[in-house]
């Protein structure tokens, strides 16, 4: 019983994973970084 | 029973020690990246400077109370105070085949961290002298005590029958519901709601979070206290608990809020060992699969229930720690079986319903009594100390209002 009530845990996960939008970027992120200055994301 | 000192469960218990001790600045490092950058060296501070602190005292006197002759089933007496009797040979009473002295100081660690993990609902806000005396009085007050009633000889908790194998009910119920009650009687931040207090940095949480989990073999496959198939047994299942929850937090998210969240996975996979604490050497990988699942799910909505009362527990002790560890017990009394561990019990799940109120007496008994005594303590340290840094101190930040050092010098 233990066996399948953990193996439903999981797949029910893995099934979520493929239902599952793929993911925008959040719009905060993308403001923190283009607000950010120049200097702080330049690659040495 | 035989007292013979065995090589290898003493090189085990010396290694979980260190284990369990990485864990303090772990959980440092944790806080740290989830705070602001103007806090995130009062944060670490915080964990470092009480593995410290609560090193010295329970040589002094926190052993004793904890672990010492009995009185009562509620407190141990001062018989072992400045480890007076604790020497190198074995107790039979706690561990038979190590010596006295790396069981003390196996559990040194242990009281060390659990002071620590409230540091999180009061992160931002409180001055650095009140959070010494408050921890200083927690440590000894609430920690030893029920540390006492759940593991030591004698203690009334464990006369009952309570299963609490690493610490579910005495490390995460009461530093978590300890933290719910400083959070609400500390307030909440200045600008709370209105402005970002965003993780400064999402990477250093992640480091500390691994760490963590790399600590917790030593926490929960230690507390077996031998090298044997128990530890095995318990390191498997904390493996196995800390994944399925860290898997389970992020589906939750990316189901809840549309993304798979890094920190949430970080957050999840902490959730499970927390819950997986007290069972771990009690139940079987299944089981740890179903508590890590649970652990995930109960403590994801934990998070959400707290923005939604507008509670500021900053960095979620509450939520992971005492509503994690609320399962952890409910769980073990459901899922315990003595094909593991013979000296345990049986769950509800293997035909002993009674195990389940046993765990709900421990859960309840032990949160009122780390609530109540913690709000009396901040009450005393208020009066005397006063317990939140002055606004401008706030707003300039902790590293420099209360240790003078920024954290950053880029």
Redesign the interface.
């Known amino acids: 019983?233990?066996?399948t009530?953990?193996l439903i845990?999981?797949l029910a996960?893995v099934l979520?994973?493929v239902m599952?939008?793929a993911?925008?970027r959040?719009a905060t992120l993308v403001a923190a970084r283009e607000s950010a200055p120049r200097e702080a994301l330049a690659v040495e | 029973m035989s007292t013979a000192i065995n090589g290898a469960d003493t090189a085990w218990i010396l290694i979980a020690t260190a284990l369990v001790m990485l864990m303090t600045p772990a959980l440092g490092f944790f806080y740290g990246g989830l705070v602001r950058r103007k806090n995130v060296l009062s944060t670490i501070m915080h964990s470092f400077f009480m593995l410290a602190l609560i090193s010295v005292q329970w040589v002094l006197w926190g052993y004793t109370l904890a672990f010492g002759p009995d009185h009562g089933g509620l407190i141990g007496g001062l018989d072992w105070l400045g480890l007076q009797g604790v020497g190198l040979d074995p107790n039979p009473d706690y561990a038979a085949t190590i010596p006295h002295q790396a069981f003390m100081i196996y559990q040194a660690m242990f009281a060390a961290i659990t002071p620590a993990l409230i540091t999180g609902a009061f992160a931002e806000r409180k001055r650095f002298k009140a959070f010494v005396i408050f921890s200083l009085l927690w440590a000894t007050l609430v920690y030893d005590p029920v540390a006492h009633w759940v593991w030591g000889t004698g203690g009334w908790l464990r006369g009952l029958g309570v299963l609490d194998f690493a610490g579910g009910t005495v490390v995460h119920i009461t530093s978590g519901v300890s933290a719910l009650v400083a959070a609400l009687m500390l307030g909440r931040r200045l600008g709370f709601g209105k402005e970002s207090m965003d993780p400064h940095d999402a990477t250093m949480t992640m480091l500390g979070a691994a760490m963590l989990w790399f600590g917790w073999f030593g926490f929960n496959a230690g507390s077996a206290l031998t090298s044997g198939p128990l530890a095995v047994n318990a390191f498997v299942v904390t493996n196995t608990a800390a994944a399925?929850a860290a898997?389970?937090w992020t589906?939750v998210s990316?189901?809840h809020q549309?993304?798979?969240s890094a920190i949430g996975a970080a957050a999840g996979a902490v959730a499970g060992l927390v819950a997986i604490t007290p069972a771990a050497g009690f139940v079987?990988a299944?089981?740890a699969?179903?508590i890590g699942?649970g652990a995930g799910i109960v403590c994801y909505w934990a998070v959400q229930l707290k923005h939604r009362l507008k509670v500021d527990d900053a960095l979620d002790v509450w939520a992971v720690h005492g509503v994690g560890g609320w399962w952890g017990a409910i769980a073990t009394g459901l899922?315990a079986t003595t094909a593991v561990n013979s000296a345990g019990a049986n769950g509800l799940?293997f035909g002993n319903p009674g195990q389940v109120g046993v765990q709900i007496l421990a859960v309840l008994v032990s949160s009122l009594y780390a609530g109540g005594a913690t709000w009396l303590i901040l009450k005393l340290v208020d009066r005397f100390v006063g317990l939140r840094v002055p606004e401008a101190e706030e707003i300039r930040g902790l590293d420099a209002s209360q240790h003078g050092e920024p954290a950053y010098q880029i």
Do not use: H, S
């Open positions: 019983m233990l066996l009530i953990a845990c999981f996960q979520a994973w599952l939008p993911t925008p959040p | 399925m898997l389970t589906t990316w189901m549309q993304r798979p079987d299944r089981a699969i179903i699942t899922f799940f």
